[in-house]
T-cell receptor
Framework: AQKITQTQPGMFVQEKEAVTLDCTYDTSDQSYGLFWYKQPSSGEMIFLIYQGSYDEQNATEGRYSLNFQKARKSANLVISASQLGDSAMYFC?????????????FGTGTLLAVQP | NAGVTQTPKFRVLKTGQSMTLLCAQDMNHEYMYWYRQDPGMGLRLIHYSVGEGTTAKGEVPDGYNVSRLKKQNFLLGLESAAPSQTSVYFCAATLGGNQPQHFGDGTRLSIL
């Protein structure tokens, strides 16, 4: 069965430093997508970045990049030059394309605290 | 630029009461979802819909019912609320494929 694992319940990072949030996944499908969402203390879910299983290059969106290692089944989020506003909960999610339901399976999240 | 709108934002119920949460989207997306979020458990899928008139069970469907009579609306019902249903509920919609799910702002529901 498909599963997303985020092993870091919480992390601290100094402002302006880079931080990596870990995500591993388990799937038997060849075609899938990986998503990262940010949830600030205000509660909304904000989409950050997407990586498809057939994408050859790692996805990047501004200060966010995805370190995709298919053989290891990992899709770590890298935030460069951390800002105080990056303090939030971060969720990794996976979508399998075989079932045509477009459902997402979420990890349990990592709470990031950016320190000044 | 509304996107996905959830109503209400907060609600307190007594055990045994019923209520309906409304999700409305103005993006013409086919796929819609209801999740619940509990501390330490991420988001878990309750029910979902792949188009108008369709619904299906997700990971944690017990105690909930849904309807999608119109494409833009996805309703989540609690027939007889229980304290275990105290949670934050999120609705989401997507075009599918490599497009992300767009979320509403959530409904915080407390069952006493």
């Amino acid at each position: 069965a498909q599963k997303i694992t985020q092993t870091q319940p919480g992390m601290f990072v100094q402002e302006k430093e880079a931080v990596t949030l870990d995500c591993t996944y388990d799937t038997s499908d060849q075609s899938y997508g990986l998503f990262w969402y940010k949830q600030p203390s205000s509660g909304e879910m904000i989409f950050l970045i997407y990586q498809g299983s057939y994408d050859e290059q790692n996805a990047t969106e501004g200060r966010y990049s995805l370190n995709f290692q298919k053989a290891r089944k990992s899709a770590n989020l890298v935030i460069s030059a951390s800002q105080l506003g990056d303090s939030a909960m971060y969720f990794c999610a996976m979508r399998e394309y075989g079932g045509a339901t477009n459902k997402l399976i979420f990890g349990t999240g990592t709470l990031l605290a950016v320190q000044p | 630029n509304a996107g996905v709108t959830q109503t209400p934002k907060f609600r307190v119920l007594k055990t045994g009461q019923s209520m309906t949460l409304l999700c409305a989207q103005d993006m013409n997306h086919e796929y819609m979802y209801w999740y619940r979020q509990d501390p330490g458990m991420g988001l878990r899928l309750i029910h979902y819909s792949v188009g108008e008139g369709t619904t299906a069970k997700g990971e944690v469907p017990d105690g909930y019912n849904v309807s999608r009579l119109k494409k833009q609306n996805f309703l989540l019902g609690l027939e007889s609320a229980a304290p275990s249903q105290t949670s934050v509920y999120f609705c989401a919609a997507t075009l599918g494929g490599n497009q992300p799910q767009h979320f509403g702002d959530g409904t915080r529901l407390s069952i006493l």
